[in-house]
């Protein structure tokens, strides 16, 4: 008995510290964009030029002259001389792995902006924070490929006709 009246002597005298939750507010950090769907649409956006590419590349570099390689070829020509739909080429090869970069990124990234996080008056915040989501940095990886790909191709084609 004198056990617990010590003890709930000292549980009384205990000094309780002080809170202040205007200090320290919840963050619920919302993806703008949800990271599985912009992935599934990532792999949609870039199927196609990834297709282009590996037809390109197995034509030239393996030599292999498949019959739907050239029909795939004579496609793309055909989009690229027909007047009303000359502009097709470009959103499909630049176009779409460029929104697939934008989605992805936003999917991974979150944004928050802090006044007087610090305690000092004045101060300002800006926190970025990028989840690790494996699917959606990979398809900006090749996102990115693709565009410099294009890019690169576009511009030594342009320098070499000079």
């Known amino acids: ?12 005298n205990l000094n309780v510290p002080e809170v202040n939750p205007t200090g320290h507010p919840k963050l619920v950090k919302m993806a703008i964009m949800n990271a599985e769907r912009s992935a599934a649409l990532g ?4 199927a196609v030029p990834c297709y282009f590419l590996a037809c390109v590349f197995m034509y030239y570099f393996f030599n292999r002259h498949v019959s739907w390689f050239g029909a795939m070829f004579k496609l ?28 992805n990124a936003l999917a991974i990234t979150h944004v ?5 996080l610090s305690g000092k008056p004045g101060a300002q915040e800006f926190i970025i924070t990028i989840k690790i989501k494996t699917w959606n940095i ?12 294009f890019i690169a191709y576009t511009m030594t084609e342009n320098i070499s006709v000079r």
């Open 112 to 116: 928050h902006y802090e006044k007087g």
């Open 138 to 149: 990979l398809l900006i990886l090749i996102s990115m490929a693709i565009v410099f790909t």
């Open 43 to 46: 792999f949609w956006l870039v």
């Open 76 to 103: 793309a020509e055909g989009l690229d001389k027909t007047p009303g739909i000359d502009f097709m080429a470009p959103i499909v090869l630049v176009v779409l792995p460029i929104v697939c970069i934008i989605i």
């Open 1 to 12: 008995m004198k056990e617990d009246e010590e003890f709930l002597k000292k549980m009384e």
